[in-house]
């Protein structure tokens, strides 16, 4: 069985890591779609470049923008930061693999191939979640200000 089949087999096994891995991308992903839309949404007053200093040609960020940025920035952590906390799960297998008489880039295949197929399956998902939340978001936002 190739790494990649292998890695496979052990996501199927292993439903609930997995499940709740591809949960926090996909959270992560519905975010950052949410309040990049809003940081470009000039309906909302929030135009993500909204004023320029024509003397010095600088461009000023409002606020808006900038909660946006760091909510993407505390999102993109997250993921990054479940990442972590899901591979280190994954020093068991790490360590079979590589008693078994596993390369270095079997390994890497294995993990890279259990990330692109969470991740192919997370990150449409994510969008999917965000354009359905996009409409309540801007009501709701819209009657704020």
């Known amino acids: 069985m190739g790494p990649f089949k292998f890695g496979i087999k052990m996501l ?8 709740f891995y ?30 320029q200093n024509v003397n010095t040609g600088i461009q000023s960020i409002n606020f808006g923008t900038m909660m946006c940025m760091v909510m993407i920035a505390i999102s993109i952590l997250a993921a990054i930061f479940s990442n972590n906390v899901y591979l280190i799960k994954k020093t068991n297998e790490i360590a079979v ?12 295949t294995y993990l890279i191939g259990q990330n692109f197929v969470v991740g192919g399956l997370a990150i449409p998902a994510g969008i999917l979640l965000g354009i359905l939340l ?12």
Do not use: C, W
């Open 97 to 108: 693999e590589q008693m078994s008489g596993g390369s270095i880039s079997e390994i890497t």
């Open 12 to 19: 199927r096994l292993e439903y609930k890591k997995t499940f």
């Open 22 to 51: 591809a949960l926090t991308l996909v959270v992560t992903v519905a975010v950052v779609f949410l309040f990049l839309n809003y940081a470009q949404n000039p309906h909302l007053g929030n135009d993500l470049y909204q004023s």
């Open 134 to 145: 996009n409409p309540i978001m801007n009501t709701y936002l819209s009657h704020q200000l």
